[in-house]
């Protein structure tokens, strides 16, 4: 069973909206060939290369314009995970640090790490039997706390299949939470 650690208290029957961010991270690259290869002075992206994938009834599954819209109730913790769009695994997004302006909509994002989670493999000798390998994942959460909305600053790391830093950068997500049955 994989081990959760985090900070704050895990519930597992919190109730729960995942998102996923996804990086086109080659299309990035190329946008700024000269990204900072300094955390403490990430590059400013736009949302014109980062997707918001997340269920939303009646909308569509994901965007590219650096919004979330989302109709919960306070109390519902919402997770986001980041990964790159990289046909052949030639790059690796790692969103290292995640920050939020408004205290009374969103509480602070904490890092929840979850080690040995396995994972099924292709088996080249017998496609229908896959193989299974262990992996660490990772995700960020914040608990909804009041309707309203907040501007987040995610920070990720755009690393090549070596883990070489390619560039950090710093793209805004405006989060906007509205109540059940109303159109964010």
Same mark, same amino acid.
């Given at each position: 069973?994989?081990?959760?650690?985090?900070?704050?208290?895990?519930?597992?029957?919190?109730?729960?909206?995942?998102?996923?961010?996804?990086?086109?991270?080659?299309?990035?690259?190329?946008?700024?060939?000269?990204?900072?290869?300094?955390?403490?002075?990430?590059?400013? %992206?736009?949302?014109?290369?980062?997707? !918001? +994938?997340?269920?939303?009834?009646?909308? /569509?599954?994901?965007?590219? @314009? $650096?919004? #979330?819209?989302?109709?919960?109730?306070?109390?519902?913790?919402?997770?986001?995970?980041?990964?790159?769009?990289?046909?052949?695994?030639?790059?690796?997004?790692?969103?290292?640090?995640?920050?939020?302006?408004?205290?009374? %909509?969103?509480?602070?994002?904490?890092? !929840? +790490?979850?080690?040995?989670?396995?994972? /099924?493999?292709?088996?080249? @000798? $017998?496609? #229908?039997?896959?193989?299974?390998?262990?992996?660490?994942?990772?995700?960020?959460?914040?608990?909804?706390?009041?309707?309203?909305?907040?501007?987040?600053?995610?920070?990720?790391?755009?690393?090549?299949?070596?883990?070489?830093?390619?560039?950090?950068?710093?793209?805004? +997500?405006?989060?906007?939470?509205?109540?059940?049955?109303?159109?964010?």
């Amino acid at each position: 069973m994989p081990k959760e650690r985090s900070t704050a208290k895990t519930e597992h029957s919190e109730s729960r909206v995942a998102v996923l961010v996804i990086v086109d991270a080659e299309t990035l690259l190329s946008r700024y060939p000269h990204a900072s290869l300094s955390s403490d002075t990430p590059t400013l %992206v736009d949302g014109a290369h980062l997707y !918001v +994938l997340a269920a939303r009834d009646g909308g /569509p599954l994901g965007r590219n @314009d $650096s919004h #979330l819209d989302l109709a919960v109730k306070p109390g519902v913790h919402l997770r986001i995970r980041g990964n790159a769009l990289a046909l052949r695994g030639e790059h690796i997004v790692l969103f290292h640090r995640m920050a939020q302006d408004n205290a009374d %909509v969103l509480s602070p994002f904490e890092l !929840v +790490l979850r080690e040995a989670l396995t994972v /099924p493999t292709a088996n080249a @000798d $017998s496609l #229908l039997e896959p193989g299974s390998q262990g992996i660490n994942d990772h995700f960020w959460r914040s608990q909804v706390l009041a309707h309203g909305e907040a501007a987040c600053d995610l920070d990720f790391i755009v690393l090549d299949k070596d883990c070489a830093i390619l560039g950090y950068f710093r793209w805004r +997500l405006q989060i906007s939470i509205s109540g059940l049955g109303q159109t964010p």
